[in-house]
Nanobody, 125 residues
Framework: QVQLVESGGGLVQAGGSLRLSCAASGGTFTSYAMGWFRQAPGKEREFVAA????????YYKDSVKGRFTISRDNAKNTVVLQMNSLKPEDTAVYYC??????????????????WGQGTQVTVSS
């Protein structure tokens, strides 16, 4: 059983930056590909970014490319989402997720086996 705990959310003005962290415990971190998803009020949860087991490959939602960067530290069992040039439409609860294998695609929520509790990100205009 893997436990994921997100941190780093908060309130920021448009154009600002936030750094989200996800700490994993209870499993072998390198066995999992990691992803970030988000859910805005009244909307379905959506894919934001993902990173492969070694960290060699990363994947992004089109609207965050060039602004967000996902990275992982396998020695510290953490994955980070650096968010720059934030926009009000980035406001959402952000979730960290872990997947043993990716068969259909990085953006499919059903691929992910474990989820964190989420952290709120609010971007004011």
């Amino acid at each position: 059983q893997v436990q994921l705990v997100e941190s780093g959310g908060g309130l920021v003005q448009a154009g600002g930056s936030l750094r989200l962290s996800c700490a994993a415990s209870g499993g072998t971190f390198t066995s999992y590909a990691m992803g970030w998803f988000r859910q805005a009020p009244g909307k379905e949860r959506e894919f934001v970014a993902a990173i492969s087991w070694s960290g060699a490959n990363t994947y992004y939602k089109d609207s965050v490319k060039g602004r967000f960067t996902i990275s992982r530290d396998n020695a510290k069992n953490t994955v980070v989402l650096q968010m720059n040039s934030l926009k009000p439409e980035d406001t959402a609860v952000y979730y960290c997720a872990a997947a043993l294998q990716i068969l259909r695609g990085w953006g499919y929520q059903n691929e992910y086996d474990y989820w964190g509790q989420g952290t709120q990100v609010t971007v004011s205009s």
